[in-house]
């Protein structure tokens, strides 16, 4: 199995694909300008106490405030307390980590009114992002993850993963970490540093350090609160770092600035395929060029369609999603209806997992499969489910089929489901039902076109369309392209979009720069 990452980054958000043999499995979009990240760790205020709930709400700048449970203060909440105040206290000079002073840990069976007070200042990170009508889940027991360590301030332990088998290789790792990590720090060894040196280990160690040691600057130095001390590597840095593995055979992105970054991040995790990161540089839209617009709208939405005619229903509602599979119009089965019956679950199965990785889908998950009464093929498809989940990084838990013939599965959630919505309102008619006639839309386009070169003074520009009008834009010798280039100078490209609707049209400058060019009044 081959993998490649595809990043598109647009002005104002920034979308990652990531396709297993030319597949795609994993979708993530996010905008550019967003705030709350899971990992983000903020010096914020106590707003409320809530006894009953043994918990608190924070303020960390969201419309609705954070919430903190008490057994989330982690037991060296105290340690973490007492290093705040004494570096706020003083402002000019730092307060070395190394120096800091240890206290008791919390009690687990303590209450919150007798730990924090309202408006006191706590240190926490996002372990949940803002969900439906709930704020950011937080934690006080910060943690800052890299490729092969986790550094955890306060901490006195080494932790090496459970997934490393080799008794031998433990004991190396954790005798390797103790005589490294700095004092008051505790680390957790991740599966992927097995058989690392000990240069990368460090180097990795030092990376994670520093950025604890900048947050506390920050905190010293800014008096505003809620404030943002550490913000999580982009979007594209922080799949990579949990996603990356050796079969990746391409990373391509569309953007100068950020293929550096993520060319930067691969250096240093893996030196050998620092190669593997291109940038992009074709006009058509990149992920139109790796199929990625085609498999986004065939994947998303309520109705799901895979093999021989059956499809997925996929319903979300606040406590749960539900799944429903349906055979459609889909031939007998040799077999006869038990075949069938068996041949659309275990298609179901390979999709559903699929479905899950690609959309995100968190918390609980009931699927409906068609039933099937002989005892060994439910067997057969709880074992094609667990098979097919193997590759999900994604905590998760997976039940044999009901008496009732329903799989539950809980997954772990921490942000909301990646929900592309495929059914939008016609952009060309907003709604109405009404356009104006196609047979004018080139003219509407040409007189776009003379109000950039002639009244703005725009002379060089890319025109996207839909695929079928830049076919018609570009056809025969003395295109209706070549005409505009003869007219309005040779700055006049046209490009195909196949996320575009039919009479739907972008400008963008040759800085890559969306151009407005819509009117009020265009769709009506």
């Not at 391509?252 to 991040?265: L, R, S, W």
């Not at 994947?299 to 406590?319: D, P, R, W």
Request: glycine residues 6%; contains cysteine; positive net charge.
């Amino acid at each position: 199995m081959t993998s490649e990452v595809i990043i598109d980054v647009k002005p104002k958000e920034i979308s990652i694909a990531l396709l297993e043999d030319k597949r795609l499995v994993e979708y993530q979009n996010e905008s550019r300008s967003a705030n709350y990240s899971v990992g983000n760790i903020y010096v914020a205020k106590v707003k409320k106490l809530m006894p009953g709930l043994n918990a608190c709400f924070v303020d960390v700048g969201y419309e609705r405030d954070a919430f903190l449970h008490y057994l989330d203060l982690g037991s060296q909440f105290n340690s973490y307390a007492k290093y705040i105040k004494q570096v706020e206290s003083d402002r000019k000079h730092p307060v070395p980590f190394a120096k800091a002073t240890r206290l008791p840990e919390l009690q687990k069976d303590g209450s919150v009114q007798q730990t924090l007070k309202v408006g006191q200042e706590v240190l926490v990170q996002i372990v949940k992002e803002p969900i439906s009508t709930k704020g950011p889940r937080l934690t006080s027991e910060l943690s800052f993850a890299g490729r092969f360590l986790v550094l955890i301030p306060f901490g006195d332990k080494v932790s090496v993963s459970s997934k490393i088998k080799s008794g031998e290789e433990k004991s190396r790792l954790k005798q390797l970490i103790q005589s490294i990590k700095p004092k008051n720090c505790g680390v957790i060894v991740r599966t992927v540093a097995e058989g690392k040196r000990v240069a990368e280990l460090d180097a990795e160690l030092k990376v994670l350090t520093s950025r604890w040691q900048s947050a506390i600057e920050k905190v010293q130095k800014t008096q505003q609160r809620p404030q943002l001390i550490y913000e999580e590597t982009g979007r594209a840095v922080a799949m990579l770092r949990d996603l990356f593995n050796p079969t990746y055979e391409n990373i391509y992105v569309n953007n100068e600035e950020i293929c550096k970054e993520v060319k930067d991040y691969v250096t240093l995790i893996a030196p050998e395929k620092a190669n593997i990161v291109k940038t992009y540089t074709g006009k058509v839209p990149i992920f139109d060029n790796f199929n990625v617009t085609k498999q986004i709208k065939s994947s998303f939405g309520k109705t799901v369609n895979y093999a021989h005619g059956a499809y997925l229903i996929i319903e979300h509602t606040e406590a749960m999603h539900v799944v429903d599979v349906n055979s459609g119009n889909r031939s007998k089965n040799q077999n006869g209806q038990e075949g069938t019956a068996l041949d659309t679950n275990l298609g179901a199965a390979d999709e559903l997992a699929r479905q899950l990785r690609l959309r995100d889908m968190g918390g609980i998950i009931v699927v409906d499969f068609i039933d099937m009464n002989l005892a060994e093929d439910r067997q057969m498809l709880y074992e094609r489910m667990c098979k097919d989940m193997q590759k999900d990084r994604a905590r998760h838990n997976i039940l044999p089929l009901s008496k009732f013939g329903l799989m539950q599965i809980t997954r772990q959630r921490v942000r909301p489901a990646m929900d592309v919505n495929v059914e939008e309102e016609c952009p060309t008619c907003g709604g109405t039902g009404k356009i104006r006639s196609s047979f004018l839309f080139t003219d509407q386009l040409e007189r776009k076109i003379d109000q950039l070169v002639n009244k703005i003074g725009i002379k060089k520009f890319y025109l996207y369309v839909h695929p079928y009008v830049a076919a018609y834009i570009n056809q025969g010798i003395v295109s209706l392209k070549r005409k505009w280039q003869m007219k309005y100078g040779f700055g006049v490209h046209v490009y195909s979009s196949q996320k575009l609707a039919f009479l739907q049209y972008e400008f963008y400058d040759d800085q890559g720069e969306f151009i407005d060019m819509k009117e009020e009044n265009e769709a009506k």
